[in-house]
C-alpha cells in the first residue's frame, strides 16, 4: 500500500477570528494579530515613567549603585544611562530608542522606545515613551567638598619649585591640562610657589605623580596622617600627602656645573646655559656648543643651582658679528640647530658713550644681525654667591655669556598673538596674566621654540581690527597650522578689547 500525502496545491485552510471574525491563518489564540494586540501589552512589565539623578555641581549623572558618570544632553552614554534604568527590558527585544526633545530646564528626558514581544505565538512590535524625571543628589565628591570646604580629602598632591618665576609651572600645568590629568581631583588651589591638587582617593593622587615624574625632572616625598581608628574592626583611616618638587634649573639660566657632573656630560665646560626643561634637563655649552642631558635622578644627586636668572639677565646691543666654523670638536655630542659666532655687543645704557665694545663667542650666531638685542650675563660685573664658581679660574670664564635675543615693541607682540591657552578654573586659578610678567615671557617662549609647543595645545584667538598694527612686529608666531579650534569662550568672558577676564 502506497501512502498518499497531502496535494502541493491543495488551498491554505482559513478560520475566522474569534472576536472580529476576519479570515486568518490558525493560530493558537484563535484570533488576529490586531486582536491580539488590543488584549495584549508586551510593554506592561516596564515602567513608563523613571527617575534619574543629576549632581549639578559637578554636572555628572548616577549609574546604581554608585557610580557617577558624565553625560552630554541627547548623547549615546546619557541613552545608555536611561536604558539600564529600565526594569523588564530583558524580558523583551530591544528594537530601537530615540531622544524625544525637551526644554533643557524642564528637568524631564523623554525616550521612544520601540521593542518586540511574544504573545500566543505571535511576535507583537510596540512603540511607547518613557519619560525620566532628573532629580538633583550631589554626588559623594561634591558633598564632601561643598560640606566642609574642600578639606575631606584622602590623598593631596602638593607641587612646589623653589624659584623666583613661575615658567616652568605655567608649563607643568599645560601638560596636565593636554593629557586631562586633573579630571579626579577634588580641589585645586593655587599656592605659593606651585599648586595643590586634592583627590579622595590615594590611587589617583598615585596616578598624578607617577605622570609628574614622566614628564619633568622631579622628585617626591610620601608622609602620612592618622584620622581615625576603629578599635573593633581595627580599620586605619589615614590622609596621605605626596610633595613633588621640581628641579630649580629653568630654561634660558646659566649654571655652573660640579666637576663631577662636567666630567659625566663627556667634560663639559662647567659654565652651561640651560636651553630646554622636558623630562631631562637639557644643557648647552655656549663657547663649545657640547650638549648634554641630566635626568631627575642625576640632577637631585649632585644638585646644582643657576648662578644668574632671566630677570638677572641684562641687555645688550649686537655691533659686530662674525660666523666661527673651523673649531676643533673633541668627543661628546654637538648641537647642529646653534651657530658659533664671535660677536662684539655693547650694554644698551652704554650707547652713546666712550664705552669700549666687549668680544664674547655665542651660540646664537645663526639668529644674531648687527643692531639686534640680546639678553646675556654680564660675569665680568656680577657677584655670584657660589662656592663652585668661586673655585674656578678667570681665565677660564668669559666676560658676557649671552643666553636669549629679545624683540622690541613687547607691548604689541603680546596684544597681537594668534593664540591662547587653557588654564586651571578653580578657586584661585584663573587665566589671569601675572603682574611680573612671567605668563607673557612663557607665552613668548612657546612661539620661540617649537619642541616646547609639542606638548602644549594651542587655541585659536580670534582678533578685532585693532590688532592689525601688532601683526606687523617682527618676531616668531605660531603657525595657523598649529591652533586648535575647539576652544568656544562666550563674549561674557572677554572685555572690549578681547582679553579674558577673571572671576
Excluded at 629679545?406 to 578654573?425: D, Q
Aim: charged share 25%; net charge neutral.
Amino acid at each position: 500500500m502506497e501512502f498518499l500525502g497531502p496535494r502541493q496545491d491543495a488551498a491554505e485552510q482559513k478560520i475566522l477570528c474569534c472576536e472580529c471574525g476576519t479570515l486568518i491563518s490558525p493560530n493558537p489564540a484563535n484570533m488576529c494579530v490586531a486582536c491580539i494586540r488590543t488584549r495584549v501589552d508586551v510593554s506592561e512589565n516596564i515602567p513608563k515613567q523613571v527617575v534619574i539623578h543629576f549632581c549639578r555641581f559637578c554636572e555628572r549623572y548616577l549609574q546604581p549603585p554608585n557610580t557617577w558618570i558624565a553625560c552630554a544632553l541627547e548623547s549615546r552614554e546619557l541613552l545608555a544611562l536611561c536604558l539600564k534604568k529600565l526594569k523588564g527590558l530583558n524580558k523583551v527585544r530591544l528594537v530601537d530608542a530615540s531622544f524625544i526633545w525637551t526644554e533643557p530646564h524642564s528637568k524631564r528626558i523623554k525616550v521612544n522606545v520601540t521593542i518586540q514581544g511574544e504573545a500566543f505565538g505571535t511576535i507583537l512590535q510596540q512603540q511607547f515613551v518613557v519619560e525620566y524625571t532628573v532629580h538633583y543628589q550631589m554626588c559623594e565628591v561634591c558633598c564632601k567638598q561643598k560640606g566642609s570646604d574642600g578639606e575631606a580629602w584622602r590623598a593631596l598632591v602638593q607641587i612646589r619649585q623653589r624659584t623666583i618665576h613661575k615658567k616652568t609651572l605655567f608649563y607643568v600645568e599645560q601638560i596636565i591640562l593636554k593629557h586631562n590629568m586633573h579630571k579626579d581631583a577634588m580641589n585645586i588651589k593655587e599656592m605659593e610657589g606651585g599648586i595643590n591638587f586634592y583627590y579622595n582617593a590615594k590611587n589617583n593622587a598615585r596616578k598624578m605623580v607617577d605622570f609628574l615624574m614622566a614628564v619633568i625632572p622631579c622628585q617626591y616625598k610620601t608622609s602620612q596622617e592618622l584620622v581615625s581608628h576603629d578599635i573593633q574592626s581595627n580599620v586605619f583611616n589615614y590622609k596621605y600627602t605626596y610633595f613633588v618638587e621640581i628641579t630649580r634649573i629653568c630654561k634660558d639660566e646659566v649654571v655652573c656645573l660640579p666637576l663631577s657632573v662636567s666630567r659625566y656630560l663627556n667634560h663639559m665646560s662647567q659654565i652651561a646655559v640651560c636651553t630646554r626643561i622636558s623630562d631631562n634637563i637639557h644643557l648647552l655649552d655656549p663657547l663649545t656648543l657640547k650638549i648634554g642631558q641630566l635626568n631627575a635622578g642625576q640632577y637631585f644627586r649632585d644638585q646644582f643651582d643657576a648662578i644668574c636668572h632671566q630677570k638677572q639677565l641684562r641687555e645688550f646691543m649686537v655691533m659686530n658679528i662674525e660666523p666661527v666654523y673651523n673649531t676643533d670638536k673633541q668627543y661628546g655630542s654637538y648641537s647642529h640647530k646653534h651657530q658659533l659666532a664671535d660677536v662684539w655687543v655693547l650694554p644698551l645704557n652704554s650707547l652713546g658713550t666712550d664705552d669700549q665694545e666687549i668680544h664674547t663667542r655665542t651660540h646664537l650666531g645663526n639668529i644674531l644681525q648687527c643692531g639686534d638685542y640680546v639678553l646675556g650675563f654680564d660675569v665680568a660685573h656680577a657677584v655670584v654667591n657660589n662656592a663652585v664658581f668661586d673655585k674656578m679660574k678667570q681665565s677660564q670664564l668669559p666676560d658676557i655669556i649671552l643666553v636669549k635675543k629679545i624683540y622690541p615693541e613687547k607691548v604689541k607682540r603680546n596684544k597681537g598673538r594668534n593664540f591662547r591657552l587653557r588654564r586651571l578654573r578653580n578657586s584661585s586659578v584663573t587665566e589671569t596674566v601675572t603682574d611680573d610678567g612671567d605668563y607673557n615671557d612663557f607665552l613668548e617662549d612657546l612661539e620661540e621654540d617649537p619642541e616646547l609647543r609639542k606638548n602644549v595645545n594651542l587655541y585659536k584667538r580670534q582678533k578685532p581690527q585693532w590688532m592689525a598694527e601688532a601683526e606687523e612686529v617682527i618676531a616668531p608666531k605660531v603657525g595657523l597650522e598649529e591652533l586648535l579650534d575647539d576652544l568656544v569662550l562666550e563674549p561674557a568672558d572677554t572685555d572690549e578689547h578681547g582679553n579674558m577676564l577673571t572671576e
